[in-house]
């Protein structure tokens, strides 16, 4: 299976810079998995496509200010650091930018030395490990100093950082949001539980590594880096049920599935549980536990396209690219949404 096979031509002004002013005004293509027909509405009439039931399954991480400005200690050299991985003891994993400027020992101060950092080791793929210091709450000065991490391809400055939040956002954690869930109002919310639909939370915390290209020619041979998952017992319960019922499990975004089909066993039962997860989903995987996917428009030879292409078919899924391409979907991490079921 060859990256190639992944690939689709994507104009760089349907990749969108900026949240649509309402959450869930954003277009949404649904895709029938099994026909590959499509239909294009507005996002709000998702509960159309849901029945009494049925369960939506949603990420509730909270992506923190994980972006840090800082200088060298001793020099005038700046330092760029992105918080990925809490460790133990004030350590972090993190990305340095410029790696050169981070060698083992150097020291890096933030926020005129609100916030100190040294570099304690250097790990895969050149990643730091760093050893912050500082007096009082490190969430409340994070919170201060930190800049949302939004991805690189989005160019412009967000003027609410809430934008990049879901509504349903709660456990901190994340280097980057769950983006299929920023669609979703409170209002929405309520009405799909209104519906009798059951609303389940799982929490992911979602790194880089899920957005990282993939750098080798077969798909097989890249991978995932390990993200932290938790999953309660009164979720589990709630979403193994629906199954028995012989009702939809239906993951909204990425990271959901993910994390549903990480903690599934071979004969479909759900476990609460917390770990590590590097599951890489392409296509041949067989879906343990989801029935639908919500989800956004993903980047060309990506890992997230795989992940789609797995759950509806390859060729699904690149004729309906191909189509929201044609209808100037709007694309990526603010842009429109698509319903797989």
Known sequence: MNVKDFDFYLPEELIAQDPLEKRDNSKLLVLNKETGEMKHTIFHHIIDELEEGDCLVVNNTKVIPA????????????????????????????????????????????????????????????????????????????????????????????????????????????AAAPTAGLHFTEELMEKIKEKGVNIAYVTLHVGLGTFRPVKVENVLEHHMHSEFYMIEEEQAKVINETKKKGKRVIAVGTTSCRTLESATTEDGVLKATSGWTDIFIYPGYKFKMIDGLITNFHLPQSTLLMLVSALAGREHILEAYNTAVEEKYRFFSFGDAMCII
Do not use: C
């Open 67 to 174: 972006r840090l400005f800082g200088n060298k200690v001793g020099t005038d050299a700046k330092i760029e650091v992105l918080l990925l991985k809490r460790m133990e003891n004030d350590t972090w994993e993190v990305l340095v930018k410029p790696g050169k400027k981070a060698k083992i020992g150097a020291e890096i101060s933030f926020g005129d030395g609100r916030l100190k950092a040294k570099v304690v080791d250097i790990v895969e793929e050149g990643n730091r490990l760093i050893q912050f210091s500082y007096d009082g709450i490190f969430e409340e000065i994070l919170d201060e100093l930190g800049q949302m991490p939004l991805p690189p391809y989005i160019t412009h400055q967000l003027k609410d950082k809430n934008r990049y939040q879901t509504v349903y956002a709660k456990h901190e954690g994340s």
